[in-house]
């Protein structure tokens, strides 16, 4: 009998949930805006992609190349960033209404903490990230996403056993 391969959009559904319910609780327990928390997505991510990288080898019996491992991976990482999308649409809209005014807060407290620029400057700065703030938002998410994607792939990709198949093989 023959392994079923688990789908990238079935493992990106399933890390995609992961991070949404991380990022929930931390909502509603106050650490989300922490500084030390904006990595810990991140880490988790990266090393869920890693592990979705060798889980791919290790169902198809490790007879996989290193493009065939790194676009499984990568494809995941594109499913993640599309729901995460999603997810940060409702998150700032519905679920969190708040984050906007609480990042346009912090983004004012560290211009004035740096003190290069006057009130007016920080107050035009501030009024254009405002009005850019969504846009901002998910040009960063789908970015940083694929990007943190092509490096976990990349890694997982390398660390995997593969035994490629051959024309000898087939």
């Known amino acids: ?30 650490l989300k805006y922490a500084n030390w ?9 990266f090393a869920l992609l890693i ?15 290193f493009g065939s491992v790194f676009g499984h991976g990568f494809k995941t990482s594109a499913v993640i960033a599309c729901l995460t999308v999603i997810f940060t649409l409702l998150s700032i809209f519905v679920i969190f209404p708040e984050t906007k005014d609480i990042a346009l807060d912090q983004a004012r407290k560290q211009m004035e903490a740096k003190g290069q620029l006057s009130e007016d400057q920080i107050d035009k700065s501030i009024d254009i990230t405002k009005r850019l703030f969504v846009p901002l938002a998910i040009i960063g998410i789908i970015v ?13 990709a390398a660390i995997v056993k593969k035994n490629p ?6």
């Open 1 to 30: 009998m023959e392994k079923k391969v688990t789908s990238h959009i079935t493992k990106g559904l399933i890390i995609s949930l992961i991070l949404f319910v991380l990022d929930i609780i931390a909502g509603f327990a106050g």
């Open 37 to 45: 928390y904006k990595w810990v997505p991140a880490i988790i991510m």
């Open 51 to 65: 592990w979705v990288c060798a889980s791919y080898a290790s169902q198809m019996n490790n007879n996989v190349t």
């Open 144 to 156: 940083f996403t694929l990007l943190e994607g092509v490096v976990a792939s990349l890694i997982g």
């Open 165 to 170: 198949p051959t024309f000898e093989n087939q």
